[in-house]
């Protein structure tokens, strides 16, 4: 058979899809319903609730940021106008008025993603005509018009108070009274699994590809007979309705909400959480979504500096990780199965060496640096070890560990060709 005949097939294998799209979702869905069985404290179930609802908001963000090349800045405008429909829709319930008083609350998610759909509808018409750094600037400009109304419109975002409401009215749904942490454990967790399953299945549809395709090359989009557009516009709404989702989880949760969450904080905290996680990877919104909200709810515990650590984070993944997490796992996955996984492991160990050597040396550098600027202790005391901004000690690991750390992460990521 000559080359022109013969045929290659280019996509993935059957394993390779379970692996990279159902296996995720379904270990996922074990952890979720493993985690009562362990006995959580209080602590531990107010962070599980607060990543299940970003990891909603970031994959919403990711539909038209990693799917459609959208980059937009006024995403939290969908996930807070979505929150504040469900903040009004807990108090009509409670109030009874017409059907509202025999809507479940646990289906409260549902009014938040027709509320973010329907600003995105509305925000995106004039929005999506443009792509790039227009789309940009338009969604910044309107994320800071909608921050700046809502403190002028009191009757609808109940000024800097917000507005607040009770979850526990309505009738029950599965025995859940939604009083309990425990029974809110299992709200968050249904909407989280359901938010995955419906944004991953969006990914497989015509609408979901062209998405991909529009983003790679609109012209030929165009060419092949769709309005990119269109398409844009589309995806835009879908994106804006599923942050509404994640609005709603929030409300459901929080039972109050306020305009910082319309500003520009939860915007960008939500392109960090994806871009972190590997916005070319459905998964990787999950993954971003777990550690930045680990590291802002406990971080914050520990050290005065974590936003200073999260910057930093951000900006490696960016230069030198632009997959980010979900990326280096399966690039590690692919390694570890390649067919040399012992000479992968050795550069591997080598470059996890370095990054804990340079990260040794920025760890005391900031939180020496932090107690100095304030003013108080003066001195970083890491297992029991004296460190001050006095002392020579300090500024010899700072030193050693971090040009040994680059050194080490050189050597490990030198060519084959100078290694042999």
Same mark, same amino acid.
């Given at each position: 058979?000559s080359?022109?005949?013969?045929?290659?097939?280019?996509?993935?294998?059957?394993?390779?899809?379970f692996?990279?799209?159902?296996?995720?979702?379904?270990?996922?869905?074990?952890?979720?319903?493993?985690?009562?069985?362990?006995?959580?404290?209080r602590?531990?179930?107010?962070?599980?609730?607060?990543?299940?609802?970003?990891?909603?908001?970031?994959?919403?963000?990711?539909?038209?940021?990693?799917?459609?090349?959208?980059?937009?800045?006024?995403?939290?405008?969908?996930?807070?106008?979505?929150?504040?429909?469900?903040?009004?829709?807990?108090?009509?319930?409670?109030?009874?008025?017409?059907?509202?008083?025999?809507?479940?609350?646990?289906?409260?998610?549902?009014?938040?993603?027709?509320?973010?759909?329907?600003?995105?509808?509305?925000?995106?018409?004039?929005?999506?005509?443009?792509?790039?750094?227009?789309?940009?600037?338009?969604?910044?400009?309107?994320?800071?018009?909608?921050?700046?109304?809502?403190?002028?419109?009191?009757?609808?975002?109940g000024?800097?108070?917000?507005?607040?409401?009770d979850?526990?009215?309505?009738?029950?749904?599965f025995?859940?009274?939604?009083?309990?942490?425990?029974?809110?454990?299992?709200?968050?967790?249904?909407?989280?699994?359901?938010?995955?399953?419906?944004?991953?299945?969006?990914?497989?549809t015509?609408?979901?590809?062209?998405?991909?395709?529009?983003?790679?090359?609109?012209?030929?989009?165009?060419?092949?007979?769709?309005?990119? &557009?269109?398409?844009?516009?589309?995806?835009?709404?879908?994106?804006?309705?599923?942050?509404?989702?994640?609005?709603?989880?929030?409300?459901?949760?929080?039972?109050?909400?306020?305009?910082?969450?319309?500003s520009?904080?939860?915007?960008?905290?939500?392109?960090?959480?994806?871009?972190?996680?590997?916005?070319?990877?459905?998964?990787?919104?999950?993954?971003?979504?777990?550690?930045?909200?680990?590291?802002?709810?406990?971080?914050?515990?520990?050290?005065?500096?974590?936003?200073?650590?999260?910057?930093?984070?951000?900006?490696?993944?960016?230069?030198?990780?632009?997959?980010?997490?979900a990326?280096?796992?399966?690039?590690?996955?692919?390694?570890?199965?390649?067919?040399?996984?012992?000479?992968?492991?050795?550069?591997?160990?080598?470059?996890?060496?370095?990054?804990?050597?340079?990260?040794?040396?920025?760890?005391?550098?900031?939180?020496?640096?932090?107690?100095?600027?304030?003013?108080?202790?003066?001195?970083?005391?890491?297992?029991?070890?004296?460190?001050g901004h006095?002392?020579?000690?300090?500024?010899?690991?700072?030193?050693?560990?971090?040009?040994?750390?680059?050194?080490?992460?050189?050597?490990?990521?030198?060519?084959?060709?100078?290694? &042999?």
């Amino acid at each position: 058979m000559s080359d022109a005949t013969t045929t290659y097939d280019l996509a993935p294998s059957t394993g390779a899809k379970f692996r990279q799209r159902t296996l995720p979702i379904l270990i996922f869905a074990a952890i979720l319903l493993a985690i009562p069985m362990v006995g959580p404290s209080r602590t531990m179930y107010t962070l599980m609730h607060q990543m299940g609802i970003n990891i909603v908001f970031a994959l919403s963000y990711n539909m038209i940021l990693g799917k459609g090349g959208l980059l937009s800045f006024g995403h939290a405008v969908y996930f807070g106008l979505g929150g504040y429909l469900c903040m009004h829709a807990l108090n009509w319930i409670e109030d009874g008025v017409g059907l509202w008083g025999s809507f479940p609350v646990f289906f409260l998610p549902i009014v938040g993603f027709v509320g973010g759909a329907a600003a995105a509808a509305i925000i995106g018409w004039p929005s999506c005509r443009r792509a790039g750094t227009t789309f940009a600037m338009i969604s910044l400009g309107i994320a800071e018009l909608v921050y700046a109304g809502s403190y002028m419109f009191d009757s609808l975002f109940g000024g800097e108070q917000g507005v607040s409401g009770d979850r526990m009215n309505g009738p029950e749904m599965f025995g859940l009274s939604l009083g309990p942490i425990s029974d809110v454990y299992w709200f968050i967790a249904f909407w989280t699994v359901v938010g995955i399953a419906l944004m991953y299945g969006f990914t497989r549809t015509p609408l979901g590809k062209l998405s991909e395709a529009q983003r790679d090359n609109s012209q030929r989009v165009q060419f092949i007979g769709y309005n990119p &557009q269109t398409v844009r516009y589309f995806v835009f709404v879908f994106a804006g309705g599923f942050a509404g989702v994640a609005g709603g989880m929030a409300a459901v949760n929080y039972e109050i909400f306020t305009p910082i969450n319309l500003s520009l904080a939860p915007s960008g905290f939500v392109l960090i959480m994806a871009y972190v996680g590997g916005i070319t990877y459905f998964v990787g919104p999950i993954f971003g979504a777990i550690l930045l909200t680990y590291m802002q709810s406990m971080m914050s515990d520990f050290t005065e500096a974590w936003l200073l650590y999260l910057g930093v984070l951000f900006i490696a993944i960016v230069m030198f990780a632009p997959r980010g997490i979900a990326g280096i796992v399966f690039g590690i996955w692919h390694g570890v199965t390649g067919p040399n996984p012992s000479a992968y492991l050795a550069k591997l160990m080598m470059q996890l060496g370095g990054i804990l050597l340079m990260l040794l040396g920025l760890i005391v550098l900031v939180e020496v640096s932090v107690r100095w600027s304030n003013g108080y202790g003066h001195v970083y005391e890491p297992f029991g070890i004296h460190l001050g901004h006095t002392d020579v000690l300090t500024w010899i690991i700072v030193l050693v560990a971090s040009v040994a750390g680059v050194a080490l992460t050189r050597y490990a990521n030198r060519p084959e060709e100078a290694s &042999q």
